[in-house]
């Protein structure tokens, strides 16, 4: 095969796949002033795939209960479907149309997008909501949401009788939460649909109007008795749209539900595989980015990337590598996109490049199926991805990075094709790619599943083995689970749901190990400092550590340290952080204040993004432990409490210094080490708990904070007793 690139490196071959063509390329105006911009955007909508099926897909939907929608990305599904079905009159009654998604930014961006495509503000008509952000309103009715989140609103009206339609997006990346609402929707569809045919009956004899109730006008006699009896359904239909081309396991699933083809449109993509497997990736990355900025056509580069810190330290070196270019070279723009960026900033990514710009987009596996970014004509593609894996044995969930499979890698290199012919970059060799798995495992038989088996508890739920899961989850791993839920309070003995412990902990929106540590904290009066440290876990990497400026964020860092460990050292961070923010705010706006904040952040090497999305977090978690009615309270300067409080609360995580300096998990037994990034990295105390474990080449814990392994029998007396104890010294 002939070698891609001459000068630089070009180390790629070319490979024999081809997409095929089957459409034309659309156009991309960058100065379109709002008129023109509209009329561009309905443009746009008639010209994709979808449009020309859109009265077929409503009459399959009022024909068909269950509709199983598949369909290439880009094609229209996630944006167009609900317009079309609101249109189709869906909502006429008031049920609302819900779209659920597996990442945040998806439901956040389309949102966006389909508010402006039916040029409404976001929030009335269309909106969404996602776990820490809601932007909906009564009048919302067509609704973007995490899969997570309907979850949750079903503990609270477990019909889901305010929505007309679910459509569950994106079911082919068989999320743990969608394959969970999947089941769960499988069961409210049936209740919903016996609620219809069941009270017609008793209705005849109890609510003398019994005559305006015929079976075959099912629908509109729900709708009759709802104002007399408010407590009747109408149907619920559902959508499953997929961009996998095998729809048959979610038809099985539905009982042989309908599946529709939806046809997309794809240019031809070149592949090319470098010669030899690249040592280390993101070096390889950044090499393949400028290779295509200086020596390919016009295009902007779609690069996947594994997580948030990756990102940011590639866009770094792509910055300080141009800065290295004659002026000419240097019109590149970095564009970061992940499930954690604030909403304003992940817009920016569908914005077109300025004339004569060639945008490059670091983005994790978002990218791949969930958001169709316009204007990428080349995609480079390491081939990696941050996984969710889970060890039954020692119970321990953790994020490692892992080959994609080879359909990953065919959504991936599809991004290219979307407007015109294109180019992939795979950083591994083409025998490789034959190595890959076909596909991805679903989430579920690879994650810890206490948080899903306790979301079912409260959904009433009880046989969790028995539940009809699309694919069953490792039973060992859902005795495990059931364990550390009755360790934690949240279940009985019998595996029942404990109330009210179960029950608060299933309604707050974080893992139940947090939860408990909310509940138990206002008992230890350290309510104020736990809410603080929770909303403070949730966010990657608050501190930020530039490769050129080690020492000087290591000093800033100190500043905020604490000798007891990480979760004061964040608390600390936090409580700094607002005290600035208040103080700035005296005599000056709101946005000054927020501007000095980020100013201080940067010179504190504080990610201010994180640190953001954590005060965001803590306003709402503060709202949701209020509306349960704990008490907020400090423990002000007895941060022993504190230290209790994260004992009694992550007891599950406790580990002791071996001789060797390393330690073992007490309840697991498995081996670990403090991560660099700890204050505890030095001074190894003799018991810590922790909250992360980050497999790399070793197993390393990060968020620590030391504790007496006293404690342990005293605070958690259910998982350790006093004897055990005394073999531990
Ligand atoms: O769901 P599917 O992958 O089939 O397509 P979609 O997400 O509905 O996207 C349809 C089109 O809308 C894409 O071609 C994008 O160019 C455009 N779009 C956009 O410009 N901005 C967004 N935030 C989302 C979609
Ligand atoms: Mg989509």
Not at 397 to 409: M, N, P, W
Not at 449 to 478: C, H, T, W, Y
Request: glycine share 6%; charged share 25%.
């Amino acid at each position: 095969m002939p070698t891609m690139a001459q000068g630089g490196r070009s180390n790629f071959t070319h490979s024999n796949q081809q997409h095929q063509i089957n459409g034309k390329i659309s156009n991309y105006d960058s100065k379109a002033n709002l008129f023109a911009r509209r009329q561009k955007i309905q443009h746009q909508r008639k010209s994709l795939p979808i449009a020309s099926v859109e009265k077929r897909l409503v009459e399959e939907v009022r024909t068909n209960d269950t509709l199983i929608i598949v369909g290439e990305t880009g094609s229209g599904k996630t944006t167009q479907l609900p317009q079309y079905l609101f249109n189709g009159g869906f909502c006429h009654d008031g049920g609302i149309i819900g779209i659920t998604q597996p990442r945040r930014v998806a439901a956040v961006t389309v949102a966006k997008r389909v508010a402006e495509e039916c040029g409404v503000e976001l929030g009335q008509k269309v909106g969404y909501s996602i776990r820490f952000e809601d932007a909906t309103s009564s009048s919302t009715r067509i609704k973007y949401m995490t899969d997570g989140f309907l979850l949750r609103e079903a503990l609270l009206d477990p019909h889901l009788s305010r929505y007309s339609v679910i459509i569950v997006d994106e079911a082919h990346e068989r999320t743990v939460q969608t394959d969970v609402l999947l089941g769960l929707l499988k069961s409210v569809q049936k209740a919903r649909s016996r609620s219809i045919s069941e009270p017609l009956n008793i209705d005849h004899t109890k609510a003398n109007n019994g005559s305006l109730l015929k079976k075959e006008n099912a629908v509109q006699g729900v709708s009759i008795l709802k104002q007399h009896r408010g407590r009747r359904f109408t149907p619920l239909k559902l959508v499953i749209m997929s961009a996998s081309l095998d729809a048959r396991s979610f038809s099985e699933y539905f009982g042989g539900a309908r599946a529709v083809h939806v046809q997309g449109r794809q240019f031809p993509v070149d592949i090319l595989y470098t010669r030899s497997p690249e040592t280390d990736y993101v070096d390889a990355a950044l090499i393949t980015i400028f290779q295509i900025h200086l020596e390919e056509g016009p295009g902007d580069i779609l690069v996947f990337l594994t997580g948030q810190e990756e990102i940011e330290s590639v866009e770094r070196l792509v910055q300080e590598r141009l800065l290295q270019l004659p002026e000419v070279n240097q019109k590149l723009l970095t564009f970061p996109i992940f499930s954690s960026l604030p909403s304003e900033k992940q817009m920016k990514v569908f914005m077109p490049a300025p004339v004569g710009f060639r945008k490059v987009i670091l983005a994790t596996n978002i990218a791949e199926t969930s958001v169709t970014i316009p204007g990428i004509k080349y995609v480079i593609d390491p081939g990696l991805v941050k996984a969710r894996t889970y060890c039954c044995q020692t119970g321990i969930e953790s994020l490692i990075v892992v080959a994609t499979s080879k359909a990953q890698a065919l959504q991936r290199s599809g991004r290219a094709g979307r407007e015109g012919p294109g180019k992939c970059f795979r950083l591994y060799p083409e025998s490789e790619f034959q190595r890959l798995k076909d596909s991805t495992m679903p989430e579920i038989q690879r994650c810890n599943l206490s948080n899903v088996i306790l979301q079912l508890k409260a959904l009433g739920v009880d046989d969790i083995v028995g539940f009809d899961f699309m694919e069953k989850p490792d039973r060992i791993a859902i005795v495990r689970s059931l364990e550390s839920l009755y360790l934690l309070g949240a279940l009985t003995e019998e595996y029942k749901l404990a109330e009210p412990v179960g029950n608060q902990m299933a309604r707050l929106p974080v893992e139940p190990i947090y939860s408990k540590a909310l509940i138990l904290a206002s008992q230890f009066n350290c309510l104020e400092e736990m809410l603080i440290t929770v909303a403070m876990l949730q966010v990657e990497s608050i501190f930020y550590t530039p490769r050129d400026k080690l020492e000087e964020s290591r000093t800033a860092m100190k500043c905020f340290s604490s000798p007891e460990g990480d979760h004061q050292t964040l608390l600390n961070v936090y409580r700094t952080a607002n005290e600035f923010l208040e103080k700035s705010k005296i005599g000056t706006s709101k946005e000054k204040a927020e501007k000095n904040l980020r100013k201080w952040c940067k010179e504190n090497f504080i990610n201010g993004r994180s640190l953001r999305h954590a005060r965001d977090v803590h306003s709402q978690i503060k709202g949701n432990v209020e509306q349960m009615g704990l008490r907020v309270t400090s423990c002000e300067d007895d941060m022993l409490q504190f230290r209790r409080c994260l004992a009694a609360s992550f007891f599950l995580n406790a580990a002791l210094k071996q001789p060797d300096g390393t330690y073992r998990v007490l309840f697991s037994g498995q081996m670990v080490q403090i991560h660099p990034s700890s204050v505890l990295f030095r001074t190894k105390p003799e018991c810590i708990i922790f909250n992360e474990l980050v497999r790399t080449n070793h197993n390393y814990v990060r968020n620590i904070t030391r504790i007496d392994y006293l404690w342990l029998p005293e605070l958690a007396p259910q998982c350790y007793t006093l004897q055990e104890s005394e073999s531990w010294c």
